[in-house]
């Protein structure tokens, strides 16, 4: 059984890939006609399902004029169609006990829902209804630019998601990825319906959809049903020479510079305290020693950053560490909050536990952080949604997808040499140092 299935291959209408996964799971993916790509994965004696839609633009992809359409895109779509009012699409999932929802990345958008196996074409239905046929009347923009407002401003209320948007921000200074995925006040007052509508037009397009689905499904069902869904949202699937969009150029040179120190003055409690630098892309070749090395360093309660400043130093009630990868770059960090009279040692605590961390690690850590890695990766996977999101992710970025059991056996290969290594190619990166709270 191969382990892992590359999406690389097969872009022509009519192709399909097909093989047998963990414990008879079984994932397909077929290019129909137009384009559109749909992948599956079918899991024996699940009775649910989420079915998800995927357009591949985010909001690094937004032009000027159409910056902030992509969240506000992913708020109109269920506002209503030609065929069902915004209440008809809440309650079509309200009356089978489903849910519904949508995420704007800074790289994709995604639509979903998760219901019954036995209610499947209903949500395929539904959902490729808002991708195809949008409303996105004037009334409804209004409202929703007032909405998005009152989100934004609930976000700048809290100090951990300000200090986390302003470290990607100077990590990343004057690159798209930069950029809050929201947008800003006065990007959301200024865009326009007509731009948002034009964006909308450019890319939500056949050879830019992905339909993923998992749980109880068949994958001939699946792809009959989107089908028929797409047809009657009146888009054009009878040419076969339109190939799915090619994806993100994972080698793209990053145009970006990094501001070394942000503060911002809060009335606060606590200082949020965030230091980092320019992390590594979602194809990095050494991803999984990148998860080995931040369950390590600020993973769980039993993380260094963790046990030396909690519970060895009472500095913070929390602290962690994270990355955020992307198609050609990503950030790494370590966060933080504190009373604002330790802001310091704390911030140099967190830059010594990297640089520790390049010294080497202990055969019981290395050990520990596998097994973490190990039960997190397969309890996650434990439901129908989490597996959807790993089929348009594989899609969307990597070109593959691994098996359960190929993760896992990356993981157990890592070593602690490779563990250090990265850690110093981390510590002797241009570090970032962000504070949200009261000035000293």
Not at 129 to 156: N, Q
Not at 221 to 244: F, K, M, Q, Y
Not at 380 to 403: C, F, I, P, T
Request: net charge negative; with cysteine.
């Amino acid at each position: 059984m191969p382990h892992a299935l590359p999406l690389v291959a097969a872009q022509f209408p009519g192709s399909r890939l097909s093989f047998e996964q963990d414990h008879g799971a079984v994932i397909s993916r077929s290019v129909l006609p137009g384009g559109v790509r749909v992948l599956t994965e079918h899991i024996p004696g699940m009775r649910s399902a989420t079915v998800g839609a995927w357009v591949g633009v985010g909001s690094r992809d937004e032009i000027p004029e159409q910056a902030g359409s992509t969240h506000f895109l992913e708020h109109l779509l269920f506002k209503g169609t030609r065929r069902r009012s915004a209440q008809d699409i809440a309650v079509a999932f309200d009356r089978v006990g489903g849910e519904s929802n949508a995420m704007t990345g800074k790289e994709f958008t995604c639509y979903y829902a998760r219901v019954l196996d036995q209610d499947v074409p209903l949500a395929i239905d539904v959902i490729c209804d808002m991708v195809t046929s949008a409303r996105l009347d004037e009334a409804d923009f209004d409202m929703e630019r007032g909405v998005i407002l009152e989100e934004l401003a609930m976000a700048e209320d809290d100090p951990g998601d300000v200090a986390h948007e302003r470290f990607t921000e100077a990590v990343l200074a004057g690159h798209p990825l930069g950029r809050p995925i929201g947008g800003t006040p006065e990007i959301i007052r200024a865009v326009s319906r007509d731009a948002v509508e034009a964006h909308y037009r450019e890319h939500y397009v056949p050879e830019g959809l992905i339909v993923t689905a998992a749980g109880g499904v068949d994958h001939d069902t699946v792809c009959a049903l989107v089908t028929e869904a797409l047809v009657h949202g009146g888009w054009n699937l009878t040419d076969e020479s339109r190939a799915p969009l090619a994806r993100r150029d994972t080698n793209a040179a990053v145009e970006a510079s990094s501001v070394p120190h942000v503060r911002v003055n809060r009335d606060l409690e606590q200082t949020h305290v965030l230091l980092g630098m320019r992390g590594f892309k979602a194809t990095e070749e050494r991803r999984s020693t990148v998860a080995v090395a931040n369950a390590i360093l600020g993973g769980g309660m039993s993380s260094r950053l963790f046990q030396e400043i909690r519970e060895k130093r009472g500095l913070t009630y929390g602290v962690y560490s994270f990355g955020a990868p992307s198609a050609e770059t990503g950030v790494w960090g370590m966060y933080a909050a504190c009373n604002p009279a330790n802001a310091d040692e704390v911030e140099g605590l967190l830059g010594s536990e990297l640089e520790r961390l390049a010294q080497g690690i202990t055969a019981e850590e290395l050990e520990r952080a596998q097994g973490q890695i190990a039960g997190t990766t397969v309890l996650r996977l434990e439901d129908s949604y989490s597996r959807m999101s790993r089929l348009g992710k594989a899609e969307l970025v990597q070109g593959e997808l691994w098996s359960i059991g190929e993760s896992l056996d990356r993981v157990r290969a890592v070593t602690a040499e490779d563990v250090a290594a990265l850690a110093a190619d981390l510590a002797g990166r241009q570090r970032v140092s962000v504070r949200v709270g009261p000035e000293r």
